[in-house]
Structure formats: structure tokens, C-alpha cells
């Protein structure tokens, strides 16, 4: 019998790519994505649709409303998502948004007797965000096996993390290999309703010098070329 793995799937080109990693390395995938209250629901589609298309034994979507304490241009639309480079935390971070995500996936391994879980964060090409740390993943791996039955009783979990070193265009080129239609997937931090890309805020460009470097051709639609 296959071992089981939690995977955090937002619809994007880096949780897809996980997907896909602990897909190939044998694990029966139980996908989870948040309805939390972002801009647009086209990323949870498209969580649905590569959920669907890579055959995970189930997809659960949880809703939440982060929007209800604001503070992020990603759950408030009165804060604009910036189309130029900033220094520092940008807006576009949504206030302890992995924490939280996490602790429900932490939940829902435990009623699985899943003891991994795979999310997509990165440290490399990323946006500044305090949540995407190797630092962070490692103390949050020490918090749930502290904090759960299954830690107690000895079922060690493990917070797996395996893009975190990786460059957007190295991802990109490992998710190729391993068959990931990247046309499915949606980056955009104000993508249409129809998961159109608006080129231009920092997970698009980030996005685009990826699959350049990578030397791959962009298969993300843009709404300027629809």
C-alpha cells in the first residue's frame, strides 16, 4: 500500500510542481486548497482542475475569511497589488496566511495518519515573504510534533518543502520533466475571472524570467494577448 501525503495545492505553477514531486515519489496525494477570501477564485479552479488531472485521491477546498482582518492586497481590494518592485515585505503578504494553512493541513494529516506534508514555498525567487523560510518550515515541523497525538505517540510528521532552494526556472525545468501542464496552473495575483494574467504584479514577472530562463516557451495567458 502507497504511503499518504497532504499537499498543499493553490492553483500555481510551485504548488503544482510539488504535486507532482511527491506524486513521483510514490505517495497517494490528498490535496487541500483555501477559499480564504483572495481576489479572485480562478487559482481554486485551477487547484480543482490539476487536482483532477493528476488523479490525487481528493481534493478538499476549506473556506476561511482572512479578508475579515484585511491587510494584504490579496484579501483587500481598497490595497492595490503593486506592479513595481518594492523593498521589503510587500502588501501582496497576507498576515500569518502559511501558519494557518498549515495548521489545517496539520489537522487533516492527523485524521488521515498522514504523516507528511508538501507545500511549495520557496526561498529563492520569492517575494520577501517571512513565511517562506527554511527557518520557518523547520520551527513549524518542531511546533506540530509537539502539538499533536500523532507527534506524541511517536508518529513523527514532517513538513516537506522540496522547492525551497530552488530557482523559479529550475522548478519550471523539473516540473517538465515530470509532466506538469503549466497552462493549467494560475500565478497571478489579479488574475481575471477566466485565470487571465495580468503580466505585470511580481508573481507574473517572477513567473515569465522563469520559464525565459528555463528556456521554455510561457504558456500562461495574458489578458493582453486573449
Given at each position: 500500500?502507497?504511503?499518504?501525503?497532504?499537499?498543499?495545492?493553490?492553483?500555481?505553477?510551485?504548488?503544482?510542481?510539488?504535486?507532482?514531486?511527491?506524486?513521483?515519489?510514490g505517495?497517494?496525494?490528498?490535496?487541500?486548497?483555501?477559499?480564504?477570501?483572495?481576489r479572485?477564485?480562478s487559482?481554486?479552479e485551477?487547484?480543482?482542475?490539476?487536482?483532477?488531472?493528476?488523479?490525487?485521491?481528493?481534493?478538499?477546498?476549506?473556506?476561511?475569511?482572512?479578508?475579515?482582518?484585511?491587510?494584504?492586497?490579496?484579501?483587500?481590494?481598497?490595497?492595490?497589488?503593486?506592479?513595481?518592485?518594492?523593498?521589503g515585505?510587500?502588501?501582496?503578504?497576507?498576515?500569518?496566511?502559511?501558519?494557518?494553512?498549515?495548521?489545517?493541513?496539520?489537522?487533516?494529516?492527523?485524521?488521515?495518519?498522514v504523516?507528511?506534508?508538501?507545500?511549495?514555498?520557496?526561498?529563492?525567487?520569492?517575494?520577501?515573504?517571512?513565511?517562506?523560510?527554511?527557518?520557518?518550515?523547520?520551527?513549524?515541523?518542531?511546533?506540530?510534533?509537539?502539538?499533536?497525538?500523532?507527534?506524541?505517540?511517536?508518529?513523527?510528521?514532517?513538513?516537506?518543502?522540496?522547492?525551497?532552494?530552488?530557482?523559479?526556472?529550475?522548478?519550471i525545468?523539473?516540473?517538465?520533466?515530470?509532466?506538469?501542464?503549466?497552462?493549467?496552473?494560475?500565478s497571478?495575483?489579479?488574475?481575471?475571472?477566466?485565470?487571465?494574467?495580468?503580466?505585470?504584479?511580481?508573481?507574473?514577472?517572477?513567473?515569465?524570467?522563469?520559464?525565459?530562463?528555463?528556456?521554455?516557451?510561457?504558456?500562461?495567458?495574458?489578458?493582453?494577448?486573449?
Open positions: 500500500m502507497s504511503q499518504k501525503a497532504v499537499i498543499l495545492v493553490s492553483g500555481g505553477l510551485d504548488s503544482s510542481t510539488v504535486l507532482a514531486i511527491a506524486l513521483e515519489q505517495f497517494e496525494c490528498y490535496t487541500l486548497s483555501f477559499d480564504y477570501g483572495q479572485h477564485r487559482e481554486l485551477a487547484a480543482k482542475r490539476i487536482s483532477e488531472t493528476m488523479e490525487v485521491a481528493e481534493h478538499k477546498i476549506v473556506q476561511l475569511d482572512l479578508g475579515s482582518i484585511g491587510g494584504s492586497a490579496l484579501t483587500d481590494i481598497h490595497i492595490d497589488v503593486p506592479e513595481t518592485e518594492s523593498s515585505i510587500p502588501v501582496t503578504y497576507v498576515p500569518a496566511r502559511n501558519t494557518i494553512f498549515l495548521s489545517i493541513a496539520l489537522g487533516w494529516a492527523e485524521v488521515l495518519g504523516n507528511k506534508i508538501y507545500l511549495g514555498v520557496n526561498a529563492v525567487d520569492y517575494s520577501g515573504y517571512p513565511d517562506c523560510r527554511p527557518e520557518y518550515i523547520s520551527s513549524f515541523e518542531s511546533m506540530a510534533n509537539l502539538a499533536t497525538k500523532a507527534g506524541v505517540e511517536g508518529n513523527k510528521l514532517s513538513i516537506e518543502a522540496p522547492l525551497i532552494d530552488m530557482s523559479k526556472s529550475d522548478i525545468k523539473m516540473g517538465t520533466s515530470l509532466g506538469v501542464d503549466y497552462s493549467q496552473t494560475v497571478c495575483y489579479q488574475a481575471s475571472l477566466e485565470g487571465l494574467a495580468c503580466g505585470r504584479c511580481e508573481s507574473c514577472r517572477l513567473r515569465a524570467e522563469g520559464f525565459k530562463h528555463a528556456g521554455f516557451l510561457d504558456p500562461t495567458r495574458y489578458k493582453n494577448s486573449a
